[in-house]
C-alpha cells in the first residue's frame, strides 16, 4: 500500500509570491491534515480536511488556504509569502472511523522563502 | 482546549544506555497520546500508542511509555539505545471524537553517543 505522498519534496520562492502543495493520502484514507514544521515551534496545525470539507482550522493567516478533492487529495496554498513560511509543511491522513487519530505522514514539502 | 509540554529540547546520551523522555499534557477531556518518531529528513512515524486498557504500551523496537492519569505525564523510555535510535521524537495528544486535531509538543531530539 502506497503512503502519503507530497510534492514537490522541496522548493525555493521569493517574497510575495505564493505557492501550493500537493498531498495524495493512503488510498482509503479520507482525512486530510496539515501541519507547519519550524525549529523550536515543533508542529503547528493548519487544517483538517474530510470529505472536501474543512472541519478544523489552526491559528493561522487567511493567506493559508486549502482544499480537497473528490478522490481525497489535497492542496494546500500560501498567498503573499513571508520570510517566515519558511519550513517543513507536512501532510498526514488518517482513516475516518478509527476515531483514534493516528496519522500517516508524509515526507513533507521543505519550502524556503527569499 | 488541550496542551503538550516536552521540556527537553535536545536529549544526548551514549549508547546502550537508558534514556527517559518526557511528556506531560494538559486537557480537559480524556485524551488519546502517541509518541512519533522522525528521522532525518523523513517525516513523523508512529512509534506508539495509549488509547485505554493498559497503562504501560510497548513498541516493536524496545521503547514503551507508562501512561500516568494523576501526573498527566507519557513519557518514553528505553532501557538501552542504539545510534539508530538517533532522531526527534514528538509526544501527542488527541482528544477523538472523529475530529483529527492533534496537538504535538515541541520534540526532544534524542542524540546517542557512540
Known amino acids: 500500500k502506497a503512503g502519503v505522498t507530497q510534492t514537490p519534496r522541496y522548493l525555493i520562492k521569493t517574497r510575495g509570491q505564493q505557492v501550493t502543495l500537493s498531498c495524495s493520502p493512503i488510498?482509503?484514507?479520507?482525512?486530510v491534515s496539515w501541519y507547519q514544521q519550524t525549529p523550536g515551534q515543533g508542529l503547528q496545525f493548519l487544517f483538517e480536511?474530510?470529505?472536501?470539507?474543512?472541519?478544523n482550522k489552526g491559528n493561522f493567516p487567511g493567506r493559508f488556504s486549502g482544499r480537497q478533492f473528490s478522490n481525497s487529495r489535497s492542496e494546500m496554498n500560501v498567498s503573499t509569502l513571508e520570510l517566515g513560511d519558511s519550513a517543513l509543511y507536512l501532510c498526514?491522513?488518517?482513516?475516518?472511523?478509527?476515531?483514534?487519530?493516528?496519522?500517516?505522514f508524509g515526507e513533507g514539502s521543505r519550502l524556503t522563502v527569499l | 482546549a488541550q496542551s503538550v509540554t516536552q521540556l527537553d529540547s535536545q536529549v544526548p546520551v551514549f549508547e546502550e544506555a537508558p534514556v527517559e523522555l518526557r511528556c506531560n499534557y494538559s486537557s480537559s477531556v480524556s485524551v488519546y497520546l502517541f509518541w512519533y518518531v522522525q528521522y532525518p529528513n523523513q517525516g513523523l512515524q508512529l512509534l506508539l500508542k495509549y488509547l485505554s486498557g493498559s497503562t504501560l504500551v510497548k513498541s516493536i523496537n524496545g521503547f514503551e511509555a507508562e501512561f500516568n492519569k494523576s501526573q498527566t505525564s507519557f513519557h518514553l523510555r528505553k532501557p538501552s539505545v542504539h545510534i539508530s535510535d538517533t532522531a526527534e521524537y514528538f509526544c501527542?495528544?488527541?482528544?477523538?471524537?472523529?475530529?483529527?486535531?492533534?496537538?504535538f509538543g515541541t520534540g526532544t531530539k534524542l542524540q546517542v553517543i557512540p
Open positions: 501527542a495528544v488527541d482528544r477523538g471524537g472523529g475530529y483529527q486535531k492533534v496537538t
Open positions: 480536511y474530510f470529505s472536501e470539507t474543512q472541519r
Open positions: 498526514a491522513s488518517s482513516l475516518v472511523g478509527q476515531d483514534t487519530g493516528e496519522l500517516f
Open positions: 488510498s482509503g484514507h479520507r482525512s
